[in-house]
């Protein structure tokens, strides 16, 4: 908010410098748009200023609401998305937020068009997700009030750092389609209750079976973590993944944070393998040790046997040398 505030106070000292490019400027007043014009009359400035706007020779008044009005409009709407949508939109709620009738002065009004601009960048270019946030995020009326500019900031937060973008289309048409439903009959929702219910929608979508050990025991819920965590795992061999997920929720590993926790189990499975490799190696060789040992014990015990008949060879041989020659 106070980055947004050094914004508008830096523009706003601009006029001054810059009224002769208001008044002479390339660029028609209110971008040469009735629409634009509009919102800045009766939504951004108010009635206290309706004479800048009336009248044949009204044109943009430099250091007053019409001359500001035109300069964010030229500096903010940079492609017919914003024009046409976008503008209108955040004059029309940033009104219902701070209506002229209750704050005469237009800075308040002209900071929350900032701030409805940063909304919509952080989900730029997507304009249909945009335009749900915008139209279909607010909770129901039981779950308490919301400003609708406010939902829109809260819905693109939430998109921009819980939702993978590859989830982000899936997502939209689950707030603006089933999430609009009522819930069961005696169920307070909470103010955040559809962005929960898009994110339920698209992750039962998938089939994985370690889906509910990664959204719950890694990611306490967030899908954009989960997607991750289901990626990861499918990079390990799938003998292996049972290892992988008992060392997942070892306690060194849950005292991580999410984003830590999978190169946790990773190191957990190489030494746990590296281990397994250890012991097989020791067994192949004390298996070695027994079969050369059992080879010694033969030998030894076969010892006496062949003495006995180096002794006896001689005797033999002088019985036999008579029947060899007659």
């Avoid at 400027?25 to 206290?48: A, H, K, M, R, T």
């Avoid at 609401?65 to 503008?87: I, P, Q, V």
């Avoid at 955040?192 to 089939?207: I, K, N, P």
Wanted: hydrophobic share 30%; with cysteine.
């Amino acid at each position: 908010m106070g980055v947004v505030r050094l914004v508008m106070v830096g523009m706003v000292a601009m006029v001054g410098m810059v009224g002769a490019e208001v008044q002479g400027s390339q660029d028609p007043p209110y971008l040469g748009s009735y629409q634009v014009e509009d919102s800045c009359q009766f939504q951004l400035c108010g009635v206290e200023y309706s004479g800048e706007f009336t009248g044949p020779q009204a044109r943009p008044k430099v250091g007053s609401c019409s001359g500001d009005c035109h300069l964010l409009a030229t500096n903010m709407n940079t492609n017919k998305f914003h024009r046409e949508f976008l503008w209108s939109q955040c004059a029309r709620m940033c009104n219902q937020k701070f209506p002229p009738s209750h704050y005469r002065q237009y800075k308040p009004r002209f900071e929350c068009m900032e701030e409805c601009y940063t909304s919509y960048r952080a989900l730029s270019p997507h304009h249909a997700l945009a335009r749900y946030c915008i139209q279909a995020s607010c909770p129901h009326q039981s779950a308490g009030q919301m400003h609708q500019v406010d939902c829109f900031s809260s819905c693109s937060s939430h998109v921009s750092s819980s939702v993978a973008k590859t989830d982000w289309q899936a997502w939209a048409s689950a707030l603006a389609g089933p999430c609009q439903q009522e819930g069961r009959q005696g169920e307070v929702p909470t103010q955040t209750h559809r962005l929960e219910c898009a994110d339920s929608v698209v992750w039962s979508s998938t089939s994985s079976p370690l889906a509910p050990h990664c959204l719950q025991h890694l990611c306490h819920g967030d899908i954009r973590c989960g997607r991750t965590c289901l990626d990861h795992v499918a990079a390990v061999e799938e003998g292996h993944r049972s290892i992988w997920r008992g060392c997942s929720i070892s306690a060194t590993c849950l005292a991580l944070t999410p984003g830590e926790r999978l190169g946790c189990a990773d190191t957990c499975l190489a030494d746990h393998r590296k281990k397994e490799k250890e012991r097989e190696e020791r067994e192949r060789r004390r298996k070695q040790e027994q079969r050369k040992q059992q080879a010694l014990l033969a030998v030894r015990s076969g010892a006496p046997l062949l003495t006995s008949f180096s002794l006896l060879l001689p005797s033999l041989l002088l019985l036999l040398l008579p029947l060899l020659h007659p």
